[in-house]
């Protein structure tokens, strides 16, 4: 059993989350905490809870995020600056951070920003972009977040282009969200001590091996050496499980099963350190971190010359996976696990490292080379032996070794390919006498250049030998076409570029030894050595953030920046998501058996073997559902399938690995079946479309294309990707026993139609049902249909037990049975002026909606709606089709439909700048909509607000300075390129349909002046709760703190609308306001009467005079409409105007990108009339000020790709990453709508800033 189960089942300590399973994300961090008998020390480390063994923790103490505070004892400063940074959204990730931050201060009161950085590599967050995040840390850095170099006294956090400074803003913005002096301070003599029993334990330890018998499995700890040979030798098949980082992702995700473990706890020759006269003997059960404290301290001390291994091996360390992982896994075991993309293997072949290994019968030394990584014959060990240690040799003179790796992003992600390069030269004529190159990622193991280095010995080191050695890799490290992993083109550059790179720094090296011999570096190459650093931390920039009017009343908190309410409990891991709810009496737990072939029928299904295993109560299948299998979607699979990942079956059992093991043994015979359609391309030519096309027509197009100077046509293509919202798919279902009745908790942004497709599966009406939702760990768009299909089923099973029934998808499930955002095929004729004014535009969007409709017909038409983006085209045409595949169903993520569509709209830009020899600012300016303006549908816009946006960001960028600065940089850089580009932004809000905006809340007052607030909208991490709360907070003029919320319930709010498309705070705020103001109106004659009164007071007062204190608000929806038969209409209530502007850096050599420089700001602007709360309801904008949809404003240095096994599985694009990002931006109601915006209501009559 891993230590995360049993933390959150077995002792209920459910702070520690799930997030992947795998060792990737974080989210179950946990600190723990080692005595070493032999130095009296106590070491503290990260470690992932759901890759670390319990059995191994014998005698380790384990603190998890309950430990290190809570709001019922006293908070740790990491948990209350977290909160105070805004460094949580949904807060799902955030115990993670907050161990991994108090780890890191356990050992390091005072980090440098450089180790804040390594100690939250390994933590992922899908939600807040990490800044916030880092600012937390930030406040325990003995250094700001800024580079120092003050020059003209201006922090390079303020300055701009040619570290001008940053234009001033009126006094209208704030860098600053929390005052840091308020913060609790950090006094490290008051943490948790390491518990003395536990020395007391580790003194007294037993001499014999500590044996762990479960029902499965055997788990042998043998205390001392022989203990070791003597277990290896009776059990040769065990594995030797050191960090468990990678047995335990091979027994977890792909089947392996071990029944006997040995694992080696603190035997003395596993940890050794030895230095030698052949180099460093490094035991094999050191830690990775452990072995990068070695190696940095032994390079402080040792010269140069001898240390070339030393400082390559530290140099992949510090990129190796994150804090935990290194923390966990062994030297050793990372040597035998032979990963192919192994960053320490090549190094360590490459570096002529030998291995020391034994068995009961003795040692011997193996060379760690290419045949051992290649398990060749006899050069491995044999079953009995175990690795005791590791020497690598000192580098010698004239011997020079590099590392080189290159990974999607640079922490946490495994490599693409990496190399470990070794050239010794005979001292005195500068001939080659040894060279090894090695390769990793490129096969199924490291791969040697064994010929080509043999070929090259004896030559010197000049650029013809240069040019043969790429010639003799690229021949003999082959990459076919189809290898696995695919990018063969670009890791064969890679294979190159590493070469490249090694000739440079070695001819640096030795022009530095031997000035008169070897000539220096010409300055063109010089940059191609350069690694691409963050000039200021991780891509920080100072963010500022609006302030309210001054003439706002202190005690009104809307429009300020207010901490999410349930902050401080994400950070104590108090919050409470659906899986962290405890156990029902008797409750099941459900697992889905899904499909794995692609398009087939089923011939058969085998169930006894399932239903006969131990604790197996029910296996659902499509025959249970019957006539209610398809009613909207298809529940479970009938006669056919058609994706992996379909659902054709579901196993209920008392416990999860019960399911789980049962679920394997479910037998399914399938027939594959014609066509199988996967691409887009394969669904046009086969016609396979998921409904009728969409089309909108402005202008007549083809009269427009006669009379153009140019017409250019071209392709497009757009990537998916992968929801990856941290909490996967969860749902508890819970019988009532009384009238059928139904209680069904769910992670989903749509409690409604999780009721009604619970009901519609059970034949019950609606009233039975209650769906309850308190909060989501991250939903994007994809907790909407799929799940409600999930919960319809677990539903089912809990009607037919009469138990409760829990389902929780594990990271793999999810990602296999659901879809993520679509991938678009983007066509376009456009036709041009010679000044690039696009007078004609042809445009077709094809996306792939996967095996059924879910939302996609929806995602085609806001797509279209928005292709347009800022522009006006006089005449344009676009076409939308949603296509069928046999893929997961595709559904809305982040944007819906217009991330595709804008960049299919900007591209045709970018083509049409280059066609015409002009910027493609230029051409975005000449096209760009000005004034009131007609969209493509008919829709009257107001769009000075964009021009506005367009020009402050020009101006604060200093476009033109930076376009210039960038110029010559690149006219100077041969082999680092920078790239600049602005792009305007109009966002336009709203459902398109007055019913789909409808909102209600309710409110009630009791009787000690307290107040409950509920509403439709689902809180998954825009902080829609708190902006509810804000919004009664001003209209009952109470503070915020006397206002409660308790989750979103179909119970209290019955059909509520799916919370999504950035406009939750706006509908449901209004209702929340409708609510206050009949509550507030009801009571004026009592609040007139006794105006200096108190709640309290007023609620007695309507009690008795028996006046409701309970109030139900409703908004009926913004008027809006779209007429897709006639393609006009008027679809959205305003737009989002905004400019952004991104510097990027880019390594022509590697891909490596980095941004240029980080600074933001993000002014907003509103129509006249309208109050904070009509721009914060409106706006939709999240607390941190920036719009609630993000998508096309979102920047970070960190892409959101998230680097773990899954997505490398299922690679699906992800987003760029921006880097120097400008953005601003601005809100305007249609001039249509404007005119019924809401009236204004200030708090004690101060009038409103207009
Ligand atoms: C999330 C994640 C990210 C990662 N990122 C990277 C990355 O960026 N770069 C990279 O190179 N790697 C990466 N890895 C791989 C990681 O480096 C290896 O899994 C790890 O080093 C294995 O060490 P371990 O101690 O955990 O091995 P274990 O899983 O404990 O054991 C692995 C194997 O080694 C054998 N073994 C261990 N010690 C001995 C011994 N003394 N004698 C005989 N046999 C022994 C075991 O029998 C077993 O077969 C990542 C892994 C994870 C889970
Ligand atoms: S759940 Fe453990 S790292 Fe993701
Ligand atoms: S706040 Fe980090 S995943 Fe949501």
Known sequence: MMLLPFLRRNLRLTGTKYGCGGGGCGACTVMVSRYDRGTRRIRHYPANACLTPLCSLHGAAVTTVEGVGSTRTQLHPVQERIAKSHGTQCGFCTPGMVMSLYTLLRNHPQPTEEQLLEALA????????????????????????????????????????????EPEEGGQTSPKLFPEEEFLPLDPTQELIFPPELMILAAKQPRSPQVFTGDRMTWISPLTLKDLLEAKSKFPQAPLVMGNTSVGPEMKFKGVFHPVIISPDGIEELSIIKHSCDGLTLGAGLSLAQVQDVLADVVQ?????????????????RML????????????????????????????????????????????????????????????????????????????????????????????????VNAGMRVFFRDGDGIITELSILYGGVGPATLCAREACRKLVGRSWSEETLDEACRLVLGEVTLPGSAPGGRVEFRRTLLVSFLFRFYLQVS??????????????????????EDLHPRCGHGWGAFRYQRVDPMQLPQDPIGRPIMHLSGVKHATGEAIYCDDMPAVDQELFLTFVTSSRAHAAIVSMDLSEALSLPGVVDIVTAKHLGDVNSSTETLLATDKVLCVGHLVCAVIADSETRAKQAAEKVRIVYQDLEPLVLTIQEAVQLKSFLEAERKLECGDVEEAFRTVDRVLEGEVRVGGQEHFYMETQSMLAVPKGEDQEMDIYVSTQFPKYIQDMVASTLKLPANKVMCHVRRVGGAFGGKVVTTSIMAAITAFAAHRQGRAVRCVLERGEDMLITGGRHPYLGKYKVGFMSNGRITALDLEHYSNGGHSLDESLFAIEMGLLKTENAYKFPSLRCRGRACRTNLPSNTALRGFGFPQAGFITESCIVEVAAECGLSPEEVREVNMYQGTEQTPYGQEINTEGLARCWQECKAKASFALRRAAVDKFNSGSPWKKKGLAMVPLKFPVGVGNVALGQASALVHVYLDGSVLVTHGGVEMGQGVHTKMIQVVSRELKMPMENVHLRGTSTETIPNTNASGGSVVADLNGLAVKDACQTLLKRLEPIISKNPQGTWKD???????RSISLSAAGYFRGYESDMDWEKGKGHPFEYCVYGAACSEVEIDCLTGSHKAASCWGHTPLFWPRG???LDLLGNCGRDKQGSHDSAVPLRSSSHTNCCQNPFTQRKARTSGQTSSWTLATLSTQHSTAARSKAPSSRAWGCTPRRS
């Open 321 to 416: 996976a994150g804090s935990q992982i290194r923390n966990m896994a062994s030297l050793g075991g990372h040597i035998l696990s032979r990963h192919p993309d192994s960053d320490l293997n090549p190094l360590l072949a490459a570096g002529s490292c030998t291995l020391c290994v034994q068995s009961q019968e003795g040692a011997r030394q193996i060379p760690l080379d290419e045949r051992f990584l290649g398990k060749s014959l006899g050069m491995d060990l044999r079953p009995q032996e175990v690795l005791l240690s590791v020497t690598v040799p000192y580098s010698r003179k004239w011997e020079f070794v590099s590392a080189f790796r290159q990974a999607q992003r640079k922490e946490n992600a495994r490599a693409i």
């Open 1170 to 1172: 309208w109050t904070g």
């Open 508 to 529: 640096q090296s030795l022009s530095h030894m031997d000035p008169g011999r070897y000539p220096s570096l010409e300055g063109k190459y010089e940059s191609a050595l």
């Open 122 to 165: 390994g933590n992922l967050c899908r939600c807040t972009g990490y800044r916030p995040i880092l600012d937390a840390g930030r406040t325990f850095c003995k250094t700001s977040g800024c580079c120092q170099s003050k020059e003209n006294g201006v922090c390079c956090l303020v300055q701009g282009v040619n570290r001008l400074p």
């Open 301 to 317: 001390r040792l010269p140069e010359e001898k240390t070339q291994t030393f400082r390559a091996v530290l140099k992949q360390l």
């Open 1098 to 1104: 007023w609620a007695q007062a309507a009690f008795d």
